[in-house]
DNA sequence: TCATATAGTTGCTCTGGTTAACTGTTAATC
DNA sequence: GATTAACAGTTAACCAGAGCAACTATATGA
């Protein structure tokens, strides 16, 4: 299967564009948007959990948290440990997920269209053995 | 297929990272291959026409074709507008080339083994589709 | 208690992308 | 033929996002 990868980065600008446009009103970008993802799924998320959850740095988790702190997106509070912090959306971030959530929700279908359901699934099914490959 | 786009993303990263790790012995990235790539497949290519091709502006072009220049791997000549320069491979960087050509060939192998090539298949035609439905 | 590990932060650097403004060349229009 | 508009490429300034190294503060455990 010879071409593989440049098929599959073929479409990462293109999507990643799209997904930085629809998030702008909101003053989101992609990256800060999986923070918000993952504090709407984990309660009571750690930075280093979600580091390790993007495979990113640690200091760009952190960065990523003050700006959605500034943004009033985020609010951290400290975990058990003291040293810990864990990390909650705030009303105006539960509000803005739900808006972004429809949107990305829209533009996933638009984009999607005319592409069999089946076909669909057997890709995401193809990127979770990528995945386990590329570790 | 809720999910679908960040289904897609999780596999960027890790890819990405494994590809330039790969490309670092031959003081590339995936962005300065790209332009040896279609300098590989299209005689007499022009700047534009690689902007163009991988959707990116023109400085970025014209600041990866300096940097394969100075270590070698591409020469300019001017093409037949003198506004137009054409880009092609040194002999140099063919060896180049296809040094990185067999490694990333090699890579892909790895990575997508135990997937069945039907599906890899199938997953190239949805990357066309999800494409065409970006522009 | 003292050494070590862990969570998070700060500062600096690098890559790679963008826009705007520019030069030089070609094409089109009058 | 002269002027205007379009086009190829470059430069400069900027921005986003990631990485590493060094740091603080807290926790663990020998």
């Known amino acids: ?7 599959y980065l073929s479409v ?3 999507l990643i564009q799209a997904l930085n446009q629809l998030l702008q ?3 989101l970008s992609y990256s800060l948007w999986q923070v918000m993802l993952y504090a709407q799924e984990h309660a009571h998320a750690s ?3 979600i580091s390790q959850y993007y495979g990113i740095e640690k200091p760009g988790v952190t960065r990523r ?9 985020l609010s951290c ?3 058990n440990d003291r040293r810990e912090k864990s ?8 509000r803005v997920y739900s808006e972004c ?8 279908q638009g984009v999607t269209a005319g592409i069999d359901v089946r076909a669909l699934e057997q890709t995401a099914a193809v990127f979770r053995q990528l995945l386990g490959n590329l570790k």
Chains 1, 2 share one sequence.
Do not use: C, D, N, W
């Open 77 to 79: 509070v400290p975990g």
């Open 25 to 27: 009103p909101h003053e």
């Open 87 to 94: 990390v909650a959306l705030t009303e105006q971030g539960q």
């Open 1 to 7: 299967m010879q071409g593989f990868f440049r098929s």
């Open 65 to 73: 948290v003050q700006r959605l702190e500034e943004l009033g997106y």
């Open 47 to 49: 930075l280093v959990e």
């Open 12 to 14: 990462y600008r293109p």
């Open 101 to 108: 959530r429809v949107k990305i929700t829209a533009l996933e």
